[in-house]
């Protein structure tokens, strides 16, 4: 059994972490620079929002690598530093955990497999095996592939992970809008195909993040239940986005966000942390209220 499982197994419950992109924009990232490079530029900073979520309470806290596969990467013009960012983007978040677990944060690609991109399914796990492959080396046992909308190019992450190492962890978000034929993604994926087909490529854990508010994850989490016994996963931002001053801000408070802990637990969600806007203050709110529910 991989960490988070048997953390899982161990109490019942577990709280993540909230938004690493918000933190690192309050430490003075800019839309140009490369988050990925801060892990070597500004480790100290990006230690710090990973000893921030430590601190309110995180069992499994993520790392600022989100963007950190090739084809990201090269259109910044870092393409011949994915294994220097990923390495210090773990080392970072390993060395400021305490006992939380560190999951190598993997977003999508920006490309698409066959027919509707140039990609084949081999190349793209390939450049997920690279990125992935750094942080194993630099001593995670968990990955998260989150954002995700293409079913086929997050399968070829999970296949990338399971192949280098198949005790390690896999946990697999996907970003849903509501439609008239239920929870999509962009791609036109929902949780049942999610279900059938990450379950296949060897996912240890599924859900949502980004995208939706608690309220709309809690009809989520209840669109997997469905389907699925698996551990679900789900970060929710901090509430619907407002245009404030020319500028996206997410502005549910932690108590509101907290509030709605137990119906999303109640509704199948066993991993419960933040996505865009979620501060170290709404983590801290939320593993409140699920000690409040563990209690009660
Ligand atoms: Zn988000």
């Not at 859900?207 to 309220?215: A, V």
Request: one cysteine or more.
């Amino acid at each position: 059994m991989g960490v988070i499982l048997g953390a899982l197994e161990a109490k019942g419950l577990l709280v993540s972490d909230g938004a690493w992109g918000t933190m690192l924009q309050a430490k003075g990232m800019t839309s140009d620079d490369c988050p990925e490079e801060w892990n070597l530029s500004h480790a100290e900073d990006v230690q710090a929002v990973a000893s921030a979520y430590a601190e309110a309470g995180s069992d499994i806290i993520l790392t600022n690598t989100f963007g950190g596969s090739l084809l990201k990467l090269a259109k910044m013009g870092h393409g011949e530093k994915v294994v220097d960012y990923n390495r210090a983007g773990a080392a970072n978040s390993l060395a400021a955990a305490g006992d939380a677990i560190v999951a190598g944060s993997v977003g999508p690609t920006g490309e698409f497999i066959e027919p509707l991109g140039e990609m084949t399914a081999a190349e793209m796990e390939a450049v997920f095996s690279e990125q992935i492959g750094a942080m194993l080396d630099a001593g995670l046992r968990a990955i998260c592939v989150e954002t995700m909308s293409a079913i086929e190019e997050a399968a070829c992450a999970v296949r990338a992970a399971k192949h280098l190492d198949a005790t390690v962890d896999v946990i697999t978000t996907f970003t849903f809008n509501a439609s008239p034929k239920g929870f999509k993604t962009m791609m036109g994926v929902g949780p049942e195909q999610v279900v059938a087909t990450m379950g296949e490529a060897g996912a240890d854990v599924l859900g949502s993040n980004c995208g939706n508010g608690i309220e709309q994850m809690v009809d989520i989490a209840k669109a997997f239940r469905e389907h699925t016994d698996m551990p679900l996963l789900i970060h929710a931002n901090a509430g619907v986005p407002e245009l404030i001053g020319g500028k996206t801000v997410f502005r549910q408070s932690p108590e509101d966000m907290a509030a709605r802990v137990g119906e999303l637990v109640a509704a199948g969600a066993n991993i419960v942390g933040g996505c865009c806007g979620t501060t170290p203050m709404h983590i801290s709110a939320m593993k409140a209220a699920i000690a409040d529910l563990e209690n009660s």
